[in-house]
Structures are given as C-alpha cells and as structure tokens.
C-alpha cells in the first residue's frame, strides 16, 4: 500500500515538472525574419572588416588588368583607336576592369557558406526559428554591399584611365556596380547551396568566372565576331552591364565630334539581338531579373532538408 502511495506521488511530481519546464520558441514573423537578414548582413561586413588581406589581394588582378595588360596592349591596339590625348586602351578597358573588381569578391563572398557548412556553422544558422529565405537574401545583400565597396575603391583610379571624376558618372557607376554586385553574389549563393567542400566551389567558380569575363566583352568590341561568339556574348549577363558601363564613362569624355563617333562606331558599338537595339531599361533588367531568379533557387535549395 505504500509502494502504491509512493508511485503515485512520484508519477504526480513529474507531471508536475512536464507542466513546469516548456521549450518556448518564438514565432516566425516578418519583423524577426527582417533581423535575420539585418545579422546575416552585419556578419558579412564583420568578417570582410576584420580580413584585410583579403581586401588588398581582390584588388592586385584588377590592378594589374588596367595598368600592366592595359599599357602592353595599348602597342598593339594602338593603330584601331581615335587619335585623341583624352582617349587610350586603358579607358576602353577601364569599363570591364571595374566589372572585374566586384566579379571575384561578390563570387568569394558567397564561397563563405561553402567554408561554414564544412564546420557546421550553418547547421546552427538554419536551425534558428526564422525563414531560410532571410538568410540567403541576407548572404545576398552583405556580398552585394562588400562588392561594391571594393568597386567604389578602385573607381579612385579612374583618373589613371583618363576617366572624369564627375559625380553623375560616379553615381550611376555605382549603381551598375552595386546591380552586378547583386547579381554575381547571388549566382555564388546558388552554386555553394549544394557543394559541399570549399575546394570543389573554387574549382566550378574558376572554371565558370573567367569565360563570362571574356565574353562580356571587357577586352574587346562586340563588333565583326564570329556568329557563334556572338550568340555567347548575348548570353553573358555580364554583357549588359560592361556595355552600359562603357557606353556611360564614354560619354562623359572630352572628345571631339569625329573621335566620339568613331569610339561609338567601332569600339562600343549597341547591343543588338538580329539587328535590333537592346535599350538600356531591358539590359539592367535582364540582369536583375537573373540575380533574383538565382536568389530564388538558391532559396528553394535552402529549404530543403539539410
């Protein structure tokens, strides 16, 4: 009998403490998934701040792009280029050295869940009670941030290039700068969603990297290729930023009426699908319409299960 009256006073005590211990979990809601997206962004500003290397070494292939490929091949394009002291190949390339100065560190930025995964960071990132999609558009927004601040750095030397410091320019460059930035992060995002090793990431972003670079026609004029390197151009995002770039910082030199209508004849000429001018407001669109797209599948891969 007082076995039985024991058992009972213990089955009544841990009744007791199951009603008294509760795991609380906060509800999911847009202003928590907003702070999600706010952390994820102050982490990767944190880490870019306190990782300095990184920030010179991502500015060594630019730097070497326009002042040591500029001024070698300056020689040899130097008879298919206006005759003007305003003008040489360093401001022709000068456009797609920009591209290339937010192209490897938006890329990298997002090469960082990749290094996360490998040491299990982002198993507790992706357990936390917000939607994964605040985290990717966090991860996003802070390789976008880093990318064009690397930009805006290396548009200090645009003088170097024969390149007005005019604040219009300066701007809109920017805002070119900050939409390629948007776009490439999230293009790394979606590639790193599912590689599981940082080695393999660096490798597939070499191999994918450099051909959109080239074909963005950053080093030459989309003008008299071959039709099958035409229909690769047409396909590079990259194309319709380089473009507008070039056409933008071309339009603020001080040029004389005959040397600018060579520069837009020959050496930036329209981008054109059969013969018919892509406007301006459909090539930013393309590529924001592609980094969203991007974002978006690097969110549905997030989704699922780890």
Request: aromatic residues 10%; hydrophobic residues 55%.
């Amino acid at each position: 009998m007082a076995t039985q009256t024991t058992d009972a006073a213990l089955t009544a005590d841990a009744g007791s403490v199951v009603d008294t211990i509760r795991v609380s979990v906060p509800e999911r809601g847009l202003r928590h998934d907003l702070r999600a997206v706010s952390i994820v962004w102050r982490r990767e500003l944190i880490r870019f701040r306190g990782d300095r290397l990184r920030a010179i070494t991502s500015l060594v292939q630019p730097f070497l792009f326009l002042f040591i490929l500029g001024t070698g091949l300056s020689t040899l394009a130097g008879g298919s280029l206006p005759h003007s002291s305003n003008f040489d190949f360093k401001t022709f390339i000068y456009p797609g050295v920009l591209a290339l100065s937010v192209l490897f560190t938006a890329i990298f930025s997002a090469g960082s869940i990749v290094w996360d995964r490998e040491f299990g960071f982002l198993r507790e990132i992706l357990v936390a009670p917000v939607s994964r999609a605040s985290i990717v558009i966090g991860k996003c927004l802070g390789g976008a941030t880093i990318a064009t601040f690397q930009g805006v750095v290396f548009l200090c030397l645009a003088w170097f290039a024969h390149v007005p410091y005019n604040p219009v320019l300066i701007l809109s460059l920017i805002g070119l700068l900050l939409l390629l930035s948007f776009t490439l992060t999230a293009f790394g995002v979606m590639m790193a969603a599912r590689i599981k090793q940082f080695q393999a990431f660096m490798a597939l972003t070499q191999m994918v990297v450099m051909p959109l670079y080239f074909l963005s026609g950053a080093l030459y004029p989309l003008n008299g290729l071959p039709a099958w390197l035409t229909v690769l151009t047409r396909l590079d995002p990259l194309t319709y930023i380089v473009g507008p770039m070039r056409h933008l910082v071309f339009s603020h030199l001080t040029l004389t009426a005959p040397v600018a209508a060579a520069i837009n004849n020959h050496l930036a000429p329209s981008i054109t699908w059969g013969g018919w001018v892509v406007p301006l407001w459909l090539s930013l669109g393309i590529v924001a319409v592609m980094g969203v797209v991007m974002m978006s599948v690097a969110i549905a891969e997030f989704s699922k299960t780890e």
